[in-house]
T-cell receptor
């Protein structure tokens, strides 16, 4: 089955700096890669996703890149703000009928 | 107000007791999922259901059971066979790839 590894497990950045979270996956058939954000005490929510037919996708301060050859994808957050502090999960899935496999999460702390 | 509703939010159980966690959705989504969340281990899939009256085991199904008799409902039973049931449980439904999560149920076994 699919295995998703996520690094780092914790990340601390100063407000205004950039943050990068990296994930690798094992199943070459995976073609959908979402990122979820979970604020303290709240439910995970989708913040951005990418499909295998594109290499990069941006949404304001958030971007995701995908390297299918190397089987890794990354989340980039620019100009970080305190409200970006949360746990971020990457995930991968092969086909719409397959289950979503999550990484172990990255706790991002943005300090003033 | 549409969404995923989980209950109860907090639950305490004695060892040896079964407990059922409720998950209801009014989003008309076909697929529903149960995940377990432990510190440092991310979200691990327990069971999932792509359609009514059908469900599949996830990665950590041992000690759990589910049913999917109605599209709106996907209850999870944590049985006494689950060796380490204390955890945060998240239910989700899926539409066009995106998962919509409930607020979770925190189960503590005393």
């Amino acid at each position: 089955g699919e295995n998703v590894e996520q690094h780092p497990s914790t990340l601390s950045v100063q407000e205004g700096d950039s943050a990068v979270i990296k994930c690798t996956y094992s199943d070459s058939a995976s073609n959908y890669f979402p990122w979820y954000k979970q604020e303290l005490g709240k439910r995970p929510q989708l913040i951005i996703d990418i499909r295998s037919n594109v290499g990069e996708k941006k949404d304001q301060r958030i971007a995701v890149t995908l390297n299918k050859t190397a089987k890794h994808f990354s989340l980039h957050i620019t100009e970080t703000q305190p409200e970006d502090s949360a746990v971020y999960f990457c995930a991968a899935r092969a086909g719409t009928a397959s289950k979503l496999t999550f990484g172990t999460g990255t706790r991002l702390q943005v300090t003033l | 107000d549409g969404g995923i509703t989980q209950s109860p939010k907090y639950l305490f159980r004695k060892e040896g007791q079964n407990v059922t966690l409720s998950c209801e959705q009014n989003l008309n989504h076909d697929a529903m999922y149960w995940y377990r969340q432990d510190p440092g281990q991310g979200l691990r899939l327990i069971y999932y259901s792509q359609i009514v009256n059908d469900f599949q085991k996830g990665d950590i199904a041992e000690g759990y059971s589910v049913s999917r008799e109605k599209k709106e409902s996907f209850p999870l039973t944590v049985t006494s066979a689950q060796k380490n049931p204390t955890a945060f449980y998240l239910c989700a439904s899926q539409y066009t790839g995106e998962l919509f999560f409930g607020e979770g149920s925190r189960l503590t076994v005393l």
